[in-house]
């Protein structure tokens, strides 16, 4: 049985917890909806890592993610200084994508952000998607086959 | 008549040119997904700026862009050195919010990514959101009332 | 007794940690000059927000850094994932500049990089340097007058 | 005869013209230390890639450049969509390492800032210092030997 198929099967959340610094902030003090990605890409470099297939697996294995699309929500500020959690977790899967959820947590635990990943498997030589599989899956889904 | 009700108005296209330099490649030699965002913003000041609306007015008025929430598809590599034009258009527009299309179109006229924006306009001072009215909805825009 | 004529004076080393992560690598997977110069700022603002006069404090004083030079060594290569520890130290100070030596420590105690940043003191509003002093000058000194 | 030797070798002046963006302010709408390396950077990119040895030549040499030191002196602000002139030129140069000078003219023609690079040649594979030669040093002076 494949990931793919298992319909019931539950997803773990990461939580990777930061802060927001003055680098974060754009002219008006705000922290700029480009920051955000940055931020939830920070996040899954983190989740990987922590699951055995960082950025020195990638080299090896030459298969890294790709983002096929995103769509993010800005529901409230998030202030200079500022305790944050940022969860993730797969929401769904298919053959060839997988959608990944993503949350900011402000300090008072409501949500500052919320988003959607779609993402691909990417063979870096061939410069084309491949078939979700491996290491690379069970990192980013936090489930062994 | 207000531009909310002009169901038939058309609403010009922006152009910015640009091109893609070496600090715009993150390790994997690939334009990161937050860079798209970042393009996409340089193309709004430059839209809102050649129209009289730059960060000088934002100041003075204080009254500015919020991002409410974005979608992206990231259908084509755009590579380094290869000149490219980011199109923006208002798709539609109600009271207190507009929805921005951007385009990336590579050198070969294909459509590197695609965007929509929702955008509100932000009392910077009080920290909410107002109409959408005034010089701001014209350099948005590109439609005087 | 001020500051600047007290020439035996110990200034304080602040220490900051942090560690490299993706988005600090360049496309060669290097930490490339400009990010030392970041990693330097966002020790100058742990440092002076730590010592109670952070971003807020700078708003409202309107009095804030500026820096007028600077000059780095690189020595060593700090890797993705590496743990460092910056410091920041005063090494010599006059009526209207100072001099911060900064030093960043690579896991094994090797010396990554060295810099001295010398500063001034700068009023906002009238744009212009103005006279080391207050609560600034405690901020970036570690010592009370 | 090597460059080296070459005393009285008059090295030619590259000039790179780009534009001030929303993008380079910080949350005081100034231009940081850090952006000031990024557009030497940019320049010394411009220069190499137009004198045919760009990104695509690095990765097939695996030859690049490497910054040794810096010194950079901040004269006066840049500011917001201020055209600027960023002039490279080699200053001097010995067996392992040459000193590139570049200076930022602001619009009105004065020196907004000026700095120093030592570089070196650097192998990528083997980590090291080369000795300064063939393309990548034609590339950096503007000389052919």
Same mark, same amino acid.
């Not at 990777?16 to 920051?35: K, M, P, W």
């Not at 996040?43 to 890592?49: C, D, Q, V």
């Given at each position: 049985?494949? #990931?793919?198929?298992?319909? *019931? ?16 902030? +754009? ?6 909806? *480009? ?9 899954? !470099? ?48 298919? *053959?060839?994508?997988?959608? #990944? ?6 300090? +008072?635990?409501?949500? *500052? ?22 290491? !690379? ?9």
């Amino acid at each position: 049985m494949s #990931l793919q198929t298992a319909g *019931a099967i539950h997803f773990p959340i990461h939580e990777y917890c930061t802060s927001i610094q003055e680098r974060h902030l +754009d002219t008006f003090g705000h922290v700029n909806n *480009a920051q955000y990605l940055r931020l939830f890409e920070e996040a899954r !470099w983190e989740m990987i890592t922590s699951r055995g297939y960082g950025l020195e697996e990638v080299r090896q294995t030459q298969v890294s993610t790709v983002i096929l699309e995103c769509s993010v929500r800005f529901k409230r500020e998030i202030r200079l200084r500022e305790k944050i959690i940022i969860s993730t977790q797969v929401e769904s899967i298919s *053959a060839k994508t997988l959608c #990944l959820h993503h949350r900011i947590l402000k300090e +008072d635990g409501k949500v *500052a952000s919320e988003s959607r990943f779609t993402l691909g498997c990417f063979d870096l030589r061939a410069r084309k998607l491949i078939s979700l599989e491996g290491d !690379w899956l069970a990192a980013i889904t936090g489930v062994r086959n």
